[in-house]
Nanobody, 123 residues
Framework: VQLQASGGGLVQAGGSLRLTCAAS????????MGWFRQAPGLEREFAAA????????VYADSVKGRFTISRDNAKNMVYLRVNSLKPDDTAVYYC?????????????????WGQGTLVTVSS
């Protein structure tokens, strides 16, 4: 299984990006998908997650109302739309896959990880 995250870049505060995660597994719709992020010098933290069907979504309080997670099971893709970006959102963003029915919010619940994509927000 491979997860390939992309879409990061340098953006000014208040700007937006769409992060994309391409998954290689055949049974993509058996997996809940999540996005985590790791800011410089800090531990990796949960940002958002979506169930296999897309019907259940969870956001961290820090991103609620600004980030939107979605998925396209036909394309084996998961997306994270990040709006109203702040300098504190600067981080490497990772996508992850969990072979679970529930929507996981902790790292240990995820089975596979992508390599990350860097988002840098300038003030």
């Amino acid at each position: 299984v491979q997860l390939q995250a992309s879409g990061g870049g340098l953006v000014q505060a208040g700007g937006s990006l769409r992060l994309t995660c391409a998954a290689s597994m055949l049974n993509f719709d058996d997996y809940a998908m999540g996005w985590f992020r790791q800011a410089p010098g800090l531990e990796r933290e949960f940002a958002a997650a979506i169930s296999w069907s897309g019907n259940n979504i969870v956001y961290a309080d820090s991103v609620k109302g600004r980030f939107t997670i979605s998925r396209d099971n036909a394309k084996n893709m998961v997306y994270l739309r990040v709006n109203s970006l702040k300098p504190d959102d600067t981080a490497v963003y990772y996508c992850a896959a969990a072979h679970r029915v529930v929507v996981p919010t902790t790292e240990s619940e995820y089975d596979y990880w992508g390599q990350g994509t860097l988002v840098t927000v300038s003030s």
